[in-house]
C-alpha cells in the first residue's frame, strides 16, 4: 500500500490545470528527471480549506493501493476488510504546508528523501491516502463500516482491559507488555500517526474499534 508515484504541480496553478507527473528513470550509470505533461487524475484533490497549494509542491498518488484495495474489494463476496498503516485523508495528505510530499527513504537508521540512493538497499515508503482507499473500496461496492486512528481503534477493541488481565506476578514481561501499549496508543508514537479503516459487504455496520470518535466524514 506505500507504492505512490511522485508528482509535481507547478506554483500558482490548480489541480485541475496544472497536475504533471515526475519521473526519474535510470540511464546507467546515473538517475535523471523528466516531467511528463500527462494527466494524473487527481482533479478533486485540494487542500483542508478547498484551496490549491501556493508555490512548487510536490507530492504522491498511490495508485496501486487503489488499484489493489478495488482489486481485493470485487473478489470480496461476503466479509469485512480491515487496514491499517499510516497516512492521512485527503485534506491532511495534500495540506498546503506539506508541500515536499510524504515519501521518505530508510537506510540503517539513517532517514532521507531521496529514492534513487542506494537502490534495492533502503526502504522506500510513502503515507498512504485514505480518501482515495476508501473511494476505490466504495466504488467496488463495499460499504465503508469505520475510520479512525489506531489509538482509539485499539481501546475501543478493549486492549487496556487485556493489558490489565495480564498477571502481574512477571513485573519484567508485564512492563514490556505496558510500554508495548504506549507505543501502539501514544500519539507521539503510533497513535494518531496510523489509521484503521474497514469496509463490508453483507455485514453489518457495526465493526468493533469504531464504537467511538468514528471520523468516517473526514474522508470526503
Not at 487524475?41 to 484551496?51: K, Q, R, V, Y
Not at 470485487?74 to 504546508?97: N, S
Not at 504506549?182 to 455485514?203: C, D, H, N, P
Request: aromatic share 10%; with cysteine.
Amino acid at each position: 500500500m506505500r507504492a505512490a508515484r511522485p508528482l509535481q504541480i507547478p506554483g500558482q496553478v490548480g489541480f485541475a490545470g496544472g497536475l504533471q507527473a515526475l519521473f526519474r528513470y535510470a540511464r546507467d550509470p546515473v538517475f535523471s528527471e523528466q516531467e511528463s505533461v500527462e494527466g494524473v487524475g487527481l482533479e478533486d484533490a485540494e487542500g483542508d480549506d478547498g484551496g490549491e497549494p501556493a508555490g512548487d509542491y510536490v507530492s504522491e498518488i498511490g495508485e496501486q493501493a487503489q488499484g489493489w484495495v478495488a482489486t481485493v474489494a470485487g473478489r470480496l463476496a461476503r466479509g469485512a476488510m480491515l487496514l491499517l498503516d499510516y497516512g492521512f485523508p485527503r485534506a491532511e495528505y495534500y495540506h498546503a504546508h506539506r508541500s515536499t510530499g510524504t515519501l521518505q527513504c530508510h537506510y540503517r537508521h539513517r532517514v532521507h528523501g531521496d529514492p534513487f540512493v542506494w537502490p534495492g538497499l533502503q526502504d522506500i515508503t510513502a503515507h498512504v491516502d485514505f480518501t482515495a482507499v476508501s473511494r476505490a473500496a466504495r466504488g467496488a461496492g463495499l460499504q465503508a463500516l469505520g475510520y479512525n486512528s489506531q489509538a482509539r481503534f485499539l481501546l475501543d477493541c478493549g486492549l487496556l482491559d487485556r493489558l490489565g488481565q495480564m498477571p502481574r506476578d512477571d513485573a519484567r514481561l508485564w512492563t514490556k507488555q505496558a510500554q508495548a501499549a504506549q507505543m501502539l496508543l501514544s500519539e507521539a508514537e503510533m497513535g494518531e500517526l496510523f489509521k484503521a479503516i474497514a469496509f463490508g459487504r453483507g455485514v453489518p455496520d457495526d465493526a468493533p474499534g469504531f464504537a467511538t470518535r468514528d471520523r468516517r466524514g473526514a474522508l470526503g
